[in-house]
């Protein structure tokens, strides 16, 4: 077992942009692994951020878990083919910035849908439900491949 701390432990107090002060004072209190969401600059594979990043780890001798989830305009469940195929465009590129940045895995409790979640008129219908699994399974298999 690894102790781990995630970066809004903090609050907004760190820049989103520069993480080794989160990184520097989670190895102080003793953490192994740090939890945080990829920067959008390491989204939009900017391979300097991610590989900075990785250094970063590196230097404080912590293990990423990267944190990843949808905004609401990119949700996989869309009826619209556009929405689904920029969203599994999104979550391709998240899998490449973590690999470049030394992570290993994405953890999420909306890798599959826009986090949180909404429902504009109230519980969804099971038959809706159906086809929203359907839609999300076909994006994920194909972002599987590039995992």
Known sequence: MQFGVHKMTWGPYFNPDDLEPFFEQARMIGAE???FRPMD????LDLHKCHE????LEK?????KFTYGFPRHLDMRSA???IREYATDYL???IRCVAESGGKNIGS????ACWPTFY???MILPEDKVEHTKRSIECVQKAVRVA
């Open 33 to 35: 692994t740090v939890e």
């Open 41 to 44: 600059a390491m989204l939009k």
């Open 53 to 56: 990043t990785r250094r970063l």
């Open 60 to 64: 404080y001798d912590l293990k990423p």
């Open 80 to 82: 619209n083919l556009f």
């Open 92 to 94: 391709i590129r998240g």
């Open 109 to 112: 409790a909306g890798i599959y």
């Open 120 to 122: 504009d008129h109230g």
